[in-house]
């Protein structure tokens, strides 16, 4: 079992809906949590990153939420535009490991006009 | 400030040749890292890497990969006699040092495209 689970696999909206992502992890304890965007044939770029001590944290459009007593994050994305299209990874960093972080397997968005 | 250079972005090779990926991290990243990522699949880790020394290689297939950060010049990923389920994206990625908080935030490139005939 993966040890960082999100959901849904993939979704469908509309240009300026609103969407929540959800990440469910089981690391512990950890270091940090971050999320990544990936478009379509390029490389992950870092969205946000949350330690532990952190509840929410906004970077425009996007905002990344954290419960570490139930272990999930969220990635809420407003006014959704066609440009949001792509993979959303949640990726945990475990405390005192330094080396291996631990990749969800993504949720593929698609934003249709 | 360039961003993490990859290259080739695409290579075609034939069933039993070597392939050759080559990574320059960005200025002032002492720390790289090489990640698969399968057609529909999430990236999986294959090795981290420091300047002249292999940090953690639990993600490497235990034959024909290999993978090298000298002290000059780019890292290196190397495989061996390719086969066709060797086919995916390779992408790299590069951090600074934050000391006790683990990796920094990783900065990828867009990744070599390897096809297997």
């Known amino acids: 079992k993966n040890q960082v689970e999100q959901s849904p696999q993939s979704l469908i909206i509309l240009e300026g809906k609103n969407c929540t992502l959800q990440c469910n992890y089981t690391v512990s304890p950890f270091s940090n949590l971050r999320w990544y965007k990936q478009d379509t044939g390029r490389g992950p770029v870092s969205l946000t990153i949350?330690?532990?001590s952190e509840n929410t944290k906004s970077n425009g459009r996007y905002t990344a939420t954290l419960d570490a007593d139930t272990k999930q994050s969220s990635l809420h994305i407003t006014a959704s535009q066609l440009s949001d299209s792509a993979s959303y990874i949640c990726?945990?960093?475990?405390?005192?490991?330094?080396?291996?972080?631990?990749w969800g397997l993504g949720t593929s968005l698609a934003v249709n006009p | 400030n360039a961003g993490v250079m990859q290259n080739p972005r695409h290579l075609v090779r034939r069933r039993g040749q070597e392939a050759r990926l080559r990574c320059s991290p960005m200025k002032g990243h002492s720390h790289v890292y090489w990640y698969r990522q399968l057609p529909e699949e999430g990236l999986k880790f294959m090795v981290y890497?420091?300047?002249?020394?292999?940090?953690?290689e639990s993600g490497m297939p235990k034959e024909r990969f290999s993978a090298e950060f000298p002290k000059e010049g780019p890292s290196i990923l190397r495989i061996q006699q390719v086969v066709r389920g060797d086919s995916a994206a390779y992408f790299c990625?590069?951090?600074?040092?934050?000391?006790?908080?683990?990796?920094?935030?990783?900065?990828f490139g867009e990744g070599s495209r390897l096809t297997v005939l």
């Open positions: 990625a590069s951090s600074p040092l934050y000391p006790g908080e683990g990796p920094g935030e990783l900065f």
């Open positions: 890497l420091q300047k002249e020394n292999i940090i953690d």
């Open positions: 949350m330690t532990f």
């Open positions: 990726v945990v960093t475990p405390a005192g490991n330094n080396r291996k972080l631990i």
